[in-house]
């Protein structure tokens, strides 16, 4: 595979494997191999100036044999329709793995959000949300945040769809904020997910969180609750990243100073406190034994793939690791702890927040940390079996699971 191939090549291309592996039938396989549904408006926006501008937008729901469409709402100048079905897609898988009964979904306008004012940012959010009013729906497709999207964007919508439907409608959309139907825990669910899972991980290999030392690179919602995670529990985090570059302290940083400084300065790499500034491509390969890339994608490529030192991948970000690193790593004996599996807490909260739109009950943060941590562990050990039994990487393994379990509902629905 060239790195030339566009997202949705690359799922096919996993999915072609996984469907190998499960002997699907030619007629069986036709079935995944495209979106169920693909949904194009042109929205029309009044803007401050008095001018009316259309901004195209889009829905992409891929399989829904388990449950509602799942999936989040991006608002990018570049949100492209071969993108946003690859990340429908492994959202179907995501959500399969994590065992929850939902299916998978992507949405997007393409709008620069920072050109926006917060009215006309209002005014985009009720114009999509309106305009895709009879495709989602509490039991119909359940949009949540992505890119550029926020708790606010979610009001918004789960507003205009209550009124454009004239209902009460708590559980159409999550990410929501806590006064408005939102879930505790959301906000850290990404993170503590993944802390599960490499948690686990560690002490299953026998090793000790104070003797591992951790980078990071991406500092926002993921990377940074996660640093203070693996800094609480012990770990040892020597490096974080953010778009303005890193630092690297063998010793180990205070990720709570580090976000203090960042508020400050506006970056991680502020002040270095006896260690040194790094770029984010030496972040990659500094001498760590846990690598957490929690940015952007393609970041780990055939390019750096050989020079990574870590024994351990975790991906926070989604698809971080392009094909080609995928099978160097393998090659080099790197664990790489796929995203559909390692990043799905915040889908799994996700669907947290929908059971207690449904039911109208509000949980508590023990009661979401607990069914979380069971959810990802339970996950995790199903991976891991698949990978041992067919001695195949975890990515595949993940997508084994998610597409067999997909292929088990359909089959048991008469889809296939
Ligand atoms: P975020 O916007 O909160 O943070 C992104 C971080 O990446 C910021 O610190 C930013 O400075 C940094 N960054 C941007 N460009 C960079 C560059 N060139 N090099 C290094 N760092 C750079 O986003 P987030 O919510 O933390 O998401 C991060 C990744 O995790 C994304 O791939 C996202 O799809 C994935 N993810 C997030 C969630 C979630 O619930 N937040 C769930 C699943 C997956």
Partial sequence: ????????????????????????????????????????????????????????????????????????????PLADEDEVKALAALMAIKTAVAGIPMGGAKGGVQCNPKELSRKELEAVSRAYIRAFADHVGEDIDVPAPDVNTTPQVMAW?????????RTYAPAMITGKPMAYGGSVGRDTATARGGFFILDEYVRSQGLKPEKLRVAIQGFGNAGATMAAFLHEAGYTVAAVSDSKGGIFRERGIDPKRV???????????????????????????????????????????????????????????NGPTTPEADAVLEG??????????????????????????????QWTADEVDTKLRRTMLESFRAVREEAAKRKISHRMAAFVVGVGRIVETMKARGWM
Avoid at 157 to 165: C, N, V
Avoid at 298 to 312: E, F, H, L, P
Wanted: aromatic share 6%; hydrophobic share 35%; glycine share 10%.
């Fill in 157 to 165: 919508m789960r507003d205009e769809y209550e009124k454009a439907k």
């Fill in 332 to 361: 080099k004996g790197v664990t790489v702890i796929p995203d559909v599996l390692a990043n799905a807490g915040g889908v799994t909260v996700s669907y947290f927040e929908w059971c207690q739109g449904r039911s109208g009950e």
């Fill in 1 to 76: 595979m060239t790195p030339q191939h566009t997202p949705y090549e690359r799922f096919r291309a996993n999915l072609a494997t996984a469907m190998d592996l499960l002997d699907l039938a030619p007629a069986e396989r036709k079935s995944l191999e495209e979106p169920k549904n693909i949904h194009r408006k042109a929205i029309d926006v009044a803007m401050d100036d008095g001018t009316k501008r259309t901004f195209d937008a889009f829905r992409v729901q891929y399989n829904d044999a388990r449950g509602p469409y799942k999936g989040g709402i991006r608002f990018h």
């Fill in 259 to 317: 976000a203090e400084i960042k508020a400050q300065t506006g970056s991680v790499a502020g002040e270095t406190d006896g260690g040194r500034a790094v770029t984010n491509e030496e972040l990659l390969e500094l001498p760590c034994d846990i690598l957490i890339p929690a940015a952007l994608d393609n970041v780990i490529n055939g390019g750096n793939a050989g020079n990574i030192r870590a024994r351990t991948v975790l991906e926070l970000a």
